[in-house]
């Protein structure tokens, strides 16, 4: 009689036991769990709940966590350099705590995700170009990521360059009419980034007295 109702007792408790069990469970959240940067990166706070021990582990090398590890719940900054690379960036971080139940190491993971723009960029398949004295084009290979538009520095009267602006990639003829000054001449013409206007390529086109 005294055995049943200890089993009773015990069968009574075992949800209870199983519960606290559970309870001890190892669990993790990061707020926030994504950001968004330019192409010049930033910095920010993020908070860390928590129960157990902790490590976060970022998939982009240069991303700098402090500190990349702790215990219980922590506040850690985050520092996103500028972008050295011509494509978007999408970097996880990963925080993952770590716990031990019923004699088994357990583990729970928050990822965050950080997009940075890419580096913005414009170039040119060659820098220099001749065109005869005669007058006549030359042809360059431009790349670009955002909008873009030239001027010319010592612009030479007749020079033409088509498209004058453009989105991203194109095809660029630069021309001079007939050279009749009797010498030499070149001028530089300048394509920069409309939303970044210090990113800039240059291309020297010149032309040899007839």
């Known amino acids: 009689m005294r055995f049943n109702k200890i ?3 015990l069968a009574a408790l075992l949800p209870l036991m199983v519960s606290c069990v559970e309870a001890e469970a190892p669990d ?3 707020d926030p769990n994504k950001m968004s940067f330019n192409y010049e990166g930033g910095s920010f706070s993020a908070t860390i709940t928590t129960n157990g021990d902790w490590i976060a582990e970022s998939t982009a090398s240069d ?9 219980q ?6 520092e996103v350099p500028a972008s050295r690379i011509k494509e978007t960036e999408a970097a996880v971080i990963n925080f993952t705590t770590s716990k031990t139940v019923r004699d088994t190491l357990k583990t729970k993971k928050a990822k965050m995700v950080i997009t940075r723009e890419a580096m913005p960029f414009v170039e040119l398949s060659a820098n220099e170009g001749y065109v005869s004295p005669d007058g006549g084009g030359v042809r360059v290979s431009l790349s670009a990521n955002h909008d873009w538009s030239y001027t010319a520095t010592n612009p030479i009267n007749g020079l033409t360059v088509k498209p004058a602006e453009g989105t991203f990639n194109a095809e660029v003829t630069i021309s001079l009419p ?3 000054t009797g010498a030499a001449r070149s001028s530089e013409v ?7 206007p210090d990113v800039k390529a240059k291309y020297t086109i010149r032309q040899n007295a007839k």
């Open 28 to 30: 993790v959240s990061v």
């Open 178 to 180: 007939e050279n009749t």
């Open 7 to 9: 089993f009773l007792l």
């Open 73 to 78: 719940d922590g506040v850690v900054r985050i």
């Open 190 to 196: 300048v394509f920069s980034l409309k939303q970044y």
């Open 63 to 71: 991303i700098v966590i402090t500190p990349s590890s702790g215990s």
